[in-house]
């Protein structure tokens, strides 16, 4: 099982950010293109989930006991093959297999197939929906573990995401931690512009939420507001709103206007590389 870092280990949690977004960058040379940019948006708040607040035990990802970890975007996959690298889940070797036949780090999540992977991705709004269903069937086993689970501003826009927010609160799921990615981005433009979902904390906790909102790219700041979600005392679920910055870590890719699917030029690649060598050191 995983030790508990505090805050007095935050270097080490940014050197496993640092990491994390490697790990991503690696995979994405493999094919030269993809949701590259969430990837690094996310890094810190993965960092935080799988090597501060989360039990698992790397040797034996189908522990009972483990805290659960769902991702609702599936195309957010590369980010969290990441992750589950750097955990020791999946062995570092299996970083080149990204994205080809047979390989069991498939662009878009799939459980049949990656270890640590507990739901497949896709048709996005779905995720919150089935943490509801895992974190309440937990409940009724009387189970210690939690649900942790990720989705992006754009499913705000699905109908489906809000019905579950209802639900989670309705069966007052205290074991039920969500991260929203607020990047503001989607695939036909701002998320903003497409389907307007501001004061998303007032709504949340309109609806039932402890709601927190943070700058997802501050570690400390990604720390503190699993601290507190984990220790609220209120029978609610918990929500973390989590501002990020598109492409974190690779100046040149902070600054392109649309980052939801990229394709990065040979010569780049180690430019990113370089970028994030020099610029994340912890």
């Given at each position: 099982?995983?030790?508990t870092?505090?805050?007095?280990n935050?270097p080490?949690?940014a050197?496993?950010?640092?990491?994390i977004?490697r790990?991503?960058?690696?995979?994405?040379?493999?094919q030269?293109?993809?949701?590259i940019a969430?990837?690094?948006d996310i890094?810190d708040v993965?960092a935080v989930?799988?090597?501060?607040?989360m039990?698992?035990?790397a040797?034996d990802p189908?522990?009972?006991?483990?805290?659960?970890?769902l991702?609702?975007?599936?195309?957010?996959a590369?980010?969290?093959?990441a992750a589950?690298?750097?955990?020791?889940?999946?062995?570092e070797?299996?970083?080149?297999?990204?994205?080809f036949d047979?390989?069991?780090?498939?662009m878009?999540?799939?459980?049949?197939?990656?270890?640590?992977?507990?739901m497949?991705g896709?048709?996005?709004?779905?995720?919150l929906?089935?943490?509801?269903?895992?974190?309440?069937?937990?409940k009724?086993k009387r189970?210690?573990?939690?649900i942790?689970?990720?989705?992006s501003?754009?499913?705000?826009?699905e109908g489906s995401?809000?019905?579950?927010i209802m639900s989670?609160?309705?069966?007052?799921l205290?074991?039920?931690?969500?991260i929203v990615?607020?990047?503001?981005?989607?695939?036909d433009?701002?998320?903003?512009?497409?389907l307007?979902f501001e004061?998303?904390?007032?709504k949340?906790?309109?609806?039932g939420?402890f709601v927190?909102?943070?700058?997802?790219?501050d570690?400390g700041a990604?720390?503190?507001a699993?601290?507190?979600?984990?220790?609220?005392?209120?029978p609610?679920?918990?929500m973390?709103?989590?501002?990020?910055?598109?492409g974190?870590g690779v100046?040149?890719?902070?600054?392109?206007e649309?980052?939801?699917f990229?394709?990065v030029?040979p010569?780049e690649?180690?430019?990113?590389?370089?970028?994030?060598?020099?610029?994340e050191?912890?």
């Amino acid at each position: 099982m995983m030790a508990t870092p505090t805050l007095a280990n935050a270097p080490t949690l940014a050197q496993r950010a640092r990491n994390i977004r490697r790990n991503a960058l690696l995979m994405g040379e493999v094919q030269g293109q993809g949701y590259i940019a969430q990837a690094l948006d996310i890094a810190d708040v993965l960092a935080v989930a799988y090597f501060h607040a989360m039990r698992f035990r790397a040797e034996d990802p189908a522990w009972e006991g483990r805290d659960r970890f769902l991702l609702s975007n599936g195309h957010y996959a590369i980010a969290l093959y990441a992750a589950l690298i750097e955990a020791g889940i999946i062995p570092e070797t299996e970083l080149e297999s990204y994205g080809f036949d047979d390989s069991r780090l498939p662009m878009s999540g799939m459980a049949s197939y990656t270890p640590g992977m507990e739901m497949s991705g896709g048709s996005l709004g779905l995720g919150l929906a089935i943490a509801v269903g895992m974190a309440l069937g937990l409940k009724r086993k009387r189970s210690a573990s939690r649900i942790f689970t990720l989705f992006s501003d754009g499913e705000l826009d699905e109908g489906s995401k809000w019905e579950a927010i209802m639900s989670a609160a309705h069966h007052q799921l205290d074991n039920l931690i969500a991260i929203v990615d607020v990047n503001n981005q989607q695939a036909d433009g701002p998320s903003k512009q497409m389907l307007g979902f501001e004061p998303l904390v007032d709504k949340l906790a309109a609806f039932g939420w402890f709601v927190q909102r943070v700058d997802g790219n501050d570690l400390g700041a990604v720390v503190g507001a699993f601290d507190a979600a984990m220790a609220h005392s209120e029978p609610k679920p918990r929500m973390i709103v989590a501002d990020t910055l598109m492409g974190k870590g690779v100046p040149f890719l902070e600054q392109r206007e649309k980052n939801h699917f990229i394709r990065v030029e040979p010569h780049e690649w180690q430019l990113a590389l370089s970028a994030l060598d020099a610029g994340e050191q912890p």
